[in-house]
């Protein structure tokens, strides 16, 4: 995953035309490190597609105006709209989140 950590940058990624899928994380978050053990092969198999990381505390007005609450989440954007978000308490598991990308990647 490509690290966003400008909020210029963040605009120009939700840009693109085709869906991209960004990560929501914090460093303090345990969660998030738990779903850094189990997420490489669902980036794998979702490899069509190109995924950003932000660091919540980084980029704190991507995810106040896109009312990320809890990390970590996984939205998807294109033409800089957003299509999807997978709220944390629904991003706890391989299964949870191979399900959100397969319901919103059709």
Not at 37 to 50: C, F
Not at 71 to 97: M, R, T
Request: proline share 6%.
């Amino acid at each position: 995953m490509e690290p966003i950590k400008t909020m210029g940058t963040f605009n120009d990624v939700i840009k693109s035309d085709a869906p991209v899928i960004i990560k929501f994380e914090a460093d303090w978050c345990p969660d998030c490190k738990a779903m850094d053990m189990w997420i490489d092969p669902i980036v794998e198999k979702y490899n069509d597609y190109k995924w950003y990381v932000v660091n919540r505390d980084e980029v704190e007005e991507a995810a106040t105006t896109h009312e990320v609450m809890g990390i970590p989440s996984i939205l998807i954007f294109k033409d800089g709209d957003k299509l999807a978000h997978l709220h944390s308490a629904n991003a706890k598991s391989p299964e949870q989140v191979e399900s959100f990308l397969e319901e919103n990647l059709k």
